[in-house]
């Protein structure tokens, strides 16, 4: 299945606010019953295993509402993890009121060098061609003190099917459209590594994992 990289209606400034906010609702469930807060955790788990670190700082990347990374935060707290969480999204309209949160561009993210322990994304390295998914993390890597966590679809024929099949679980049409956009845009792991490879320093490296239903898992990980 080859990569198509078809425009999405939620990342234009025209789409409806109310379209907007149906379609953050939609990805929300999606997330939440498909495999997205359950991919994030298992990243963030492995990077506590890895560092022995219980209170992390983390700055979601593509936010919207934030769902994803709060949601983590909740069960994590019950092993006794914090996470000290800060939103950004390029779309005012996408924040929800009352999170910490700041408008900002993801390929020049406004804080300094090591502002955050981990720097996360989910559902945005697709909307990203090739080259801007490499500015993209090496931006990542100089706000980040320890990794960069990637949350994203797999593109296959088989996971177009199911999104085809989820559509009665969408309420928005923008949900429809771009739900079909993402899986025809997504990357696959050889993909991802390739592209990743001109990012790193020579003591960075990148570690990539599946996840359910369609989902990858990638970590970068500083020296």
């Not at 561009?105 to 090739?130: E, K, T, W």
């Not at 993909?191 to 996840?211: F, G, N, T, Y």
């Amino acid at each position: 299945m080859q990569r198509v990289d078809t425009p999405e209606i939620l990342d234009s400034d025209a789409c409806p606010p109310a379209e907007v906010e149906a379609s953050l609702r939609d990805l929300g469930r999606i997330n939440r019953w498909f495999g997205g807060v359950a991919t994030s955790r298992a990243l963030i788990e492995q990077v506590v295993r890895v560092t022995g670190r219980k209170n992390l700082s983390l700055l979601e990347v593509a936010a919207g509402f934030g769902e994803v990374p709060h949601l983590v935060a909740r069960k994590m707290a019950t092993q006794g993890v914090t996470l000290d969480i800060t939103l950004l999204d390029r779309a005012k309209t996408h924040l929800i009121n009352g999170t910490r949160s700041v408008v900002g561009d993801a390929l020049a993210i406004p804080f300094a060098d090591g502002a955050f322990d981990l720097i996360s994304c989910n559902l945005f390295v697709h909307h990203l061609d090739p080259e801007s998914v490499c500015r993209f993390t090496k931006e990542a890597l100089r706000v980040s003190r320890c990794a960069v966590l990637i949350n994203d679809l797999i593109r296959h024929p088989l996971h177009l099917a199911l999104v085809y099949a989820g559509f009665p679980l969408m309420r928005s049409h923008v949900s429809r459209v771009d739900g079909v956009a993402s899986v025809r845009r997504a990357y696959v792991s050889e993909e991802i590594r390739e592209i990743l490879a001109p990012a790193l320093a020579s003591d960075q490296r990148i570690e990539i994992s599946r996840h359910y239903l369609f989902r990858m898992g990638v970590t970068v990980w500083k020296a």
